[in-house]
């Protein structure tokens, strides 16, 4: 191991994937980073929501114009990747179907332009409290009979461990594209779970991307320490209609059920990460996760 690996290792302050078992420390992070004021883009209401639950749903957020573009978009990239095989497409673990497609802010002039909506960049640079970048975009299809569960986990967890992301100073921005019900596989998330760094065991993969993306293994929870949290603070399902946003704190607990209903559920996700926390080597000592999972070059 070089000493640059070495170095970064020994400044870990969320280490995770390296003890048999499983650990709970506090946050040391801020969660908003930046003082409300009345030129905030959010009410005191919002940013003490936010802080406290390290979530906030915001609906009607996008216009019904707006909306129909990326809903066409949708669809045109779902049917074009339904056969052609490209690493930033990833498809299910047990079928060809399109599971997620990474990378949109890169390789899509609608969905770049979206990342960069002044009102989300001004309320992710308000919470974040400096300039933004994305780390990480992807579009995440679940189709109505068949789509597939997303485990519970922190997202934090994984870009500490795996992409090197050194403070818990990034949030996921969910854009939802169809409507989401309480039955068609919505996120669920533990409000307050943000301000607990949950360690996890097992040694990390090489290349463990390859099947994280179909079906994570390494970097999800116990079930002890997801049932005391749960029985702790509650789970909470923020549903409504397409064009509603969910911003939520990259530590927070979430996950989302299958869905067998027969109502499709889509959406974007665009993560937004300081430019004050960008990424270095992964806390694993191991080869970074691709370019099109976690942005290295800004």
Known sequence: MNSNRTSTIATDRYPSRVEDVPSRQERKDPVVYREWTTDSPLTEDQSSSYERDGYLFLEQFFSEKELSDWKKELSR?????????TAHVIREPASREVRSVFAVHEHNDLFRALSRHPKLQAITSFLLGSETYIHQSRINFKPGFTG?????????ETWHV????PRMRALSCSIALSDNYAYNGPLMVIPGSHKTFISCVGKTPDDHFKESLRKQEYGV?????????????????????????????????HGSSSNISPFPRSNVFLVYNSVDNRLVQPYSGQNPRPEFIATRSL
């Open 77 to 85: 990239l779902q049917e074009a990747y339904r056969d052609q095989e």
């Open 148 to 156: 597939k569960e997303f485990y519970w986990h922190s997202d934090f």
């Open 162 to 165: 795996e992409d090197g992301m």
């Open 221 to 253: 929870p116990d079930h002890d320490s997801l049932r005391s949290m749960a029985e702790e603070k509650g789970i909470h399902m923020p549903v409504g209609k397409a064009g509603s946003v969910l911003l939520f704190d990259c530590n927070l607990m």
